[in-house]
């Protein structure tokens, strides 16, 4: 059954009432966060890892089996041509055989075509293998944060998205050293250090699948450590929230796809993928022009990704706190264009390498606001269809950003036009928030987020 929001409020009165006990609240959710949240940002770290680890390859990989720079970027964006194409078809087949199964499912496959990665032999065979691995690790994003709607309500999805996010700049934390170092030696078994770093990074995906069928819930009432009070809270409150909203169920989960405001919220998170790829796939490129070894740029890698880390861990929480999302994500943006501009213009490796740093702080941040908009109008099956196809489209901008970047270098002989293209798209997102605020706001109650009560969760 889908369920997507009326054009009209169904109330216009106050929100809800509340559970009483604000430390109830505070309990359940942090059992919530603690049972759920580490294992799944595990399972993402390991996806981001994967997907990100070809921009340290690039550095042998590329004269080794003669990739142009233009020819990486294409293939590096072909990733979310097949990320793009399967996603919603694998989000409906999480609703329908369950999170579980379907996670290990993902798991496996991109780990074995990570492994493969090493035998790219060529232009053609990279291309294959970076669209074939986007096919296979289509709707582990959208379908992690559609999991998470069945489990916390509305006024707590910022800073829960925003934890789950923090995967993103952790596994760029662990994958800049562990690559440079892998990249420092002279390989292993036959293998060549580029190859060897594609089977390091794709082996645990495939291990991770059992833990996975063994631990991970498809439901609060598949989990065996959730009292039945518990359970009985959360979809109290998750009713609470439909009624909020004024949720109303539909026969057909694919009817989001028609629903405008799922292309819109498509368009303002494009310019965030499309930032976040064309930088960090081209990051070690950028450090190693600083004329530092290939260790020494695996470890720099690492420093933008810690103000990420920062960033997300305040910035959501902020949102959430204040019940505000669109002048968070509109100022957010804007900083972002501007310091990634910076670093395109500065000419000190040291002043761009801080302001590629407070880029990250401000696009890693800024996503997990961003990500608790479509609560507003899905729920059900058609948040797993609305949410997927949000997802697929704006993830078209990791395939623009990195071809981009590399058609720009190609043309010009420098990285700086191509930070100055990711600059002008995260102007977009500025414009963006306002549009999608426009047309979210006639549905939406005066506040952007129900409560009655504010409740510290910190764990």
């Known amino acids: 059954m889908t369920e997507v929001r009326s054009p009209v409020r169904a109330s216009t009165g106050s929100p809800p009432d509340r559970n009483a006990n604000p430390l109830d609240e505070a309990r359940i959710i942090r059992m919530l966060t603690r049972r759920l949240i580490p294992f799944l940002a595990l399972i993402y770290v390991v996806a981001y890892i994967d ?23 294409l293939g590096a964006g072909l ?7 399967f996603e919603v078809p694998s989000n409906l087949a999480l609703e329908r055989f369950g999170a579980r199964r379907w996670f290990a499912r993902i798991l496996f496959t991109w780990g074995v075509i990570t492994m493969a990665m090493a035998l790219t032999a060529g232009a053609t065979s990279f291309y294959l293998l970076r669209f074939l691995l986007g096919a296979a690790e289509a709707g582990l994003y959208p379908g992690i944060l559609y999991f998470l709607t069945k489990w916390f309500p509305m006024r707590h999805r910022a800073r829960i998205i925003g934890l789950l996010v923090l995967a993103q700049p952790v596994a760029l934390i662990v994958t800049g050293p562990i690559a440079g170092l892998v990249l420092s030696t002279q390989g292993w078994g036959g293998m060549s250090n580029w190859q060897l770093l594609f089977v390091l990074s794709g082996l645990p995906a495939v291990l991770l699948c059992l833990p996975t069928l063994r631990l991970l819930p ?11 009070s518990d359970r009985a809270w959360i979809e109290r409150e998750l009713a609470a929230d ?21 292309l819109l919220l498509a368009l303002l998170f494009l310019p965030f993928p499309l930032s976040i790829y064309g930088l960090s796939l ?51 943006s804007a900083v972002a264009a501007a310091t990634m501009a910076l670093s395109a213009w500065v000419q000190s490796p040291a002043w761009q390498f801080l302001f590629i740093c407070l880029t990250a702080f401000s696009i890693y941040s800024i996503q997990a606001v961003v990500w608790a908009l479509p609560g507003e109008f899905l729920t059900g099956a058609g948040a797993a269809v609305g949410i997927a196809m ?8 990791g395939y623009l950003g990195p071809y981009g970047v590399g058609m720009i270098k190609d043309a010009t002989g420098s990285l700086s036009a191509g930070l100055y293209f990711l600059a002008a798209m995260l102007l977009l997102a500025v414009v963006m928030t306002f549009v999608v605020r426009a047309a979210l706001r006639p549905a939406a109650s005066p506040s952007a987020i129900p409560s009655n009560h504010p409740v510290d969760i910190t764990p």
């Open 51 to 73: 997907r990100s680890v070809v921009g340290f390859a690039k550095l042998h990989m590329n004269a080794a089996v003669g990739i142009s720079d233009a020819a990486y970027g």
């Open 79 to 85: 990733f979310f041509v097949g990320y793009f194409l």
């Open 218 to 228: 498809d439901s609060p009432a598949g989990a065996a450590w959730l009292p039945a």
């Open 242 to 262: 439909k009624a909020a909203y004024g949720l109303k169920p539909h026969g057909n989960p694919l009817k989001a796809l028609k629903d405008k405001r799922v």
């Open 282 to 332: 081209w990051l070690p490129t950028i450090i190693k022009q600083f004329g530092v070894s290939d260790a020494a740029t695996g470890f720099l890698s690492a420093v933008p990704y810690l103000f990420a880390v920062v960033g997300l861990c305040l910035v959501p929480r902020h949102s959430d706190r204040k019940g505000e999302r669109y002048w968070h994500i509109a100022i957010v």
């Open 390 to 397: 949000i997802n697929s489209l704006a993830n078209l901008g």
